[in-house]
């Protein structure tokens, strides 16, 4: 079946520019996470969702992140203002349920701002 | 706070040798995943262990985890090239969040 699915796979942002990416997670997975990867470095979290609700925002680096996930399907992440340490690869994830459930990771969204 | 170590962050080998690389946390977890991920692509899903004492092995892979000592392995049998990537090891700390080690690039060389 069809994996994870993000858009778009490469985004080039003027910095102070609005962006926003997209997650089409795995049909019927309750769970989606989204996390930041600099170059060289491994995965950090950024934000959680179960179903619709926000769980867990505490990797969120500043007020100028937002994620939503209306209707428990579809995310998005929102980075206002783009800076240039905002320049990485966006990853989401999503599993079948919260706990005890591996995480499938889309291709991710490699975001530079000039 | 919680700290995810890989050793070594580097590591070229030759094809036919074994290698181990190593993956130490800093508190309780349940629940260590090990990820292989390709240049310029996302991150598979190789194995999850779910206990202590776990072991569990794919092709020349195999991943164990020792809850107590807070140390995962993941050990390479006979490399060949096309395991070359990099692999990181994550641990669950709170029902999904993962906190991913730095990675360690492996290169098979002929």
């Known amino acids: 079946g069809a994996g994870v699915s993000q858009s778009p796979r490469y985004k080039v942002a003027k910095r102070g520019q609005d962006v926003a990416l997209r997650c089409d997670p795995i049909?019927?997975?309750?769970?989606l996470f989204w996390y930041q990867q600099a170059l060289g470095q491994g995965p950090e979290f950024l934000t959680y969702?179960?179903?619709?609700?926000?769980?867990?925002k505490s990797g969120l680096p500043s007020d100028r992140f937002f994620a939503e996930r209306p209707e428990g399907s579809v995310s998005t992440l929102k980075i206002q203002r783009t800076q240039q340490e905002d320049s990485a690869v966006y990853l989401c994830?999503?599993?079948?349920?919260?706990?005890?459930?591996?995480?499938?990771f889309g291709p991710g969204t490699r975001l530079l701002v000039l | 706070e919680l700290k995810v170590e890989q050793n070594p962050l580097f590591l070229s080998m030759q094809e036919g040798k074994n290698y181990t690389i190593y993956c130490n946390y800093s508190t309780t977890s349940d629940r260590l995943y090990w990820y292989r991920q390709d240049p310029g692509k996302s991150l598979e899903s190789l194995f999850v262990l779910l206990s202590n004492g776990a072991v569990k092995q794919e092709g020349r892979l195999m991943a164990s985890l020792d809850t107590k000592a807070r140390l995962s392995t993941l050990h390479i049998t006979a490399a060949v090239h096309d395991l070359s990537a990099t692999y990181f090891c994550a641990v669950d700390i709170r029902g999904g969040k993962l906190i991913f080690g730095q990675g360690t690039e492996l290169s098979v060389k002929p």
């Open positions: 049909s019927g997975h309750v769970s």
């Open positions: 969702f179960q179903n619709e609700a926000q769980l867990d």
């Open positions: 994830a999503s599993s079948l349920a919260l706990s005890q459930e591996t995480q499938y």
